[in-house]
């Protein structure tokens, strides 16, 4: 996650990083994302910076996440009608060390495993898999498609996504020939794991290390390249713009280590329900309330409602033989379509886990126990 450089819920003025696009074939190109050092992306210690969320701040959280299904916690047990037991966790796509430090009934839980899954397995088992992975089908435009100057974003946010292309290395020019699912699939990763050096995974991928260190067999709950292959479908032509545009907002200045510090100790107590709530608030303060709600429903109804069904019914073989782990990004967890909800649907028994460090709530009733 992203944060501006502006006070939450405040309206700002945000740095100008670059040239707009309909100049850049007269200049140099934009100016880098300087914000995104590795100093400021470092986070010493996951705590909440009151100077960045208030204690007036974490109560209007906390108030606006109380009405969604499941706000809190990570790790939930499912169990079937016979007594086949799963568990259903919740991650942050983050390498930082604090995320990463998997408690240790959760870090049980992987290597005892029958199964480990994810949103989508990067391992793959065959050569023609490989070659999948490699040529990430989708993400330039046809030869004899139009340039595609993308004249209806907000100048700003085009210069961000402008100087996040260039630090990943492409010329500026080349966003013109970019997909739509192309460009928001780059824009989905966080600049600050850059630094990662491709070397540390983030939290998903580790949850497979630790599986396969343990002998435990991964899989997917998707095929891969999800985005490349849903999101080029004409169907779905204005989720990618929106796409582009929503994770476009959260590459524009943001406050550094404590604002991420604060975000991931919401994380690490399981308060998922108010990171949600937080996220929606920087991408209102780039567009506005209104036209970040219309974003909202409609990535949603992709990036959540759809994917979780599509989760959970690739997940039923496997919790009906038990002992699966199912990790998948921790805001697919809450909401009326949330996987828990939907777990609930399908005849399951699910139930909340509390592990260490996380903020109780009524309906933690569970021992944080593994099985």
Not at 269 to 275: A, I, N
Not at 293 to 311: E, K, M, P, S, V
Request: proline content about 8%; charged content about 20%.
């Amino acid at each position: 996650m992203i944060f501006r450089a502006t006070e939450r819920g405040q309206p700002g003025g945000p740095w100008i990083v670059g040239l707009f696009f309909g100049l850049m074939m007269l200049a140099p190109p934009a100016t880098a994302q300087d914000w995104f050092t590795a100093e400021a992306c470092a986070v010493p210690k996951a705590v909440i910076d009151p100077a960045v969320l208030s204690p007036a701040g974490e109560a209007d959280l906390a108030r606006r996440a109380a009405s969604m299904p499941n706000a809190q916690g990570r790790l939930w047990r499912i169990t079937t009608p016979d007594g086949q037991v799963s568990h259903l966790w919740g991650t942050m796509h983050s390498s930082d060390r604090a995320v990463l430090d998997l408690p240790g009934p959760v870090r049980q839980l992987i290597e005892t495993a029958s199964v480990v899954a994810i949103e989508s397995d990067p391992t793959p088992d065959t050569r023609a898999a490989a070659a999948t992975l490699n040529r990430w089908d989708g993400f330039w435009k046809d030869s004899d498609a139009a340039w595609d100057a993308r004249a209806d974003f907000d100048p700003e946010v085009l210069g961000w996504i402008t100087a996040r292309v260039t630090d990943l290395g492409y010329d500026p020019w080349v966003i013109g020939q970019m997909t739509d699912a192309g460009l928001a699939s780059l824009l989905l990763g966080d600049p600050c794991e850059d630094f990662a050096g491709r070397v540390v995974p983030y939290q998903d991928n580790y949850i497979v290390t630790l599986a396969h260190l343990a002998g435990v067999a991964t899989t997917g709950l998707e095929p891969p390249l999800p985005i490349l292959r849903d999101l080029n479908r004409p169907d779905m032509a204005e989720t990618a713009r929106v796409m582009v545009q929503n994770y476009g907002a959260y590459l524009g200045p943001w406050e550094g280590p404590s604002a991420r510090a604060s975000y991931i100790a919401l994380y690490l107590q399981g308060r998922v329900g108010e990171m949600m709530v937080w996220s929606d608030d920087f991408a209102a303060d780039v567009y506005g309330a209104e036209k970040a709600a219309r974003f909202a429903d409609i990535l949603d109804a992709y990036l959540l409602d759809g994917r979780n069904r599509r989760f959970v019914m690739n997940a039923k073989p496997l919790i009906a033989a038990g002992g699966a782990f199912l990790a998948v990004g921790t805001f697919h967890l809450p909401g009326d379509e949330g996987m828990v909800n939907l777990l609930r649907k399908a005849g399951y028994s699910v139930e909340r886990v509390p592990v260490p460090g996380e903020v109780m709530a009524p309906e933690a009733q569970v021992s944080p126990k593994a099985d």
